[in-house]
């Protein structure tokens, strides 16, 4: 497993983007959900369609 990118949009929430076995995961890890996070994903086997998801999950903001 290769990370591609990797970035929290606020204190608690993480966003990432993998590439392992041939394919992309884009992931959302919330801290106080760590159990769920692995449940909180969306695969895809192109690069751009990876990046594209994951680059509009970046603009998101964190709830206060």
């Not at 966003?15 to 769920?36: A, E, H, Q, T």
Request: with cysteine.
């Amino acid at each position: 497993m290769k990370v591609i990118h990797k970035q929290f949009i606020g204190q608690d929430t993480e966003i990432s983007m993998v590439y392992s076995k041939g394919g992309y995961s884009v992931s959302i890890c919330i801290d106080n959900l760590k159990n769920y996070c692995t449940q909180l994903y969306r695969n895809f086997n192109n690069k751009a369609e990876a990046e594209a998801f994951y680059f509009s999950l970046t603009e998101l903001e964190e709830q206060q």
